[in-house]
């Protein structure tokens, strides 16, 4: 998760490519210029190193032109070849 959250913050968009799950990935995930990351506060991660899925709950703050903020989720990854991979997030 912190690689990911990294990865958007510097608009690495090849590893953000790498490391979403090819059921789930998007075409393009050129990052918004108009947002700057600014923080990664990780709640909660399940997921044990012989499991095959795992969650991790995390909130990121931003800077947008309309001010500061922040995003809240609750992110699904599945163990693929010994590396995780990003499915899907429910953002509260």
Not at 78 to 85: H, I, L
Request: proline fraction near 8%; glycine fraction near 10%.
């Amino acid at each position: 998760m912190r690689s990911r959250y990294s990865a958007f913050a510097l608009g690495l968009e090849d590893h953000l490519l790498a490391t979403w799950h090819p059921r789930t990935r998007p075409a393009d995930v050129a990052p918004d210029p108009a947002l700057r990351w600014t923080g990664l506060v990780v709640q909660a991660a399940a997921g044990a190193p012989d499991d095959t899925t795992g969650t991790v709950e995390f909130t990121a703050s931003y800077v947008s032109p309309d001010g500061p903020g922040a995003m809240h989720e609750v992110s699904r990854f599945e163990r693929r070849g010994g590396r995780w991979f990003y499915l899907d997030g429910e953002v509260s």
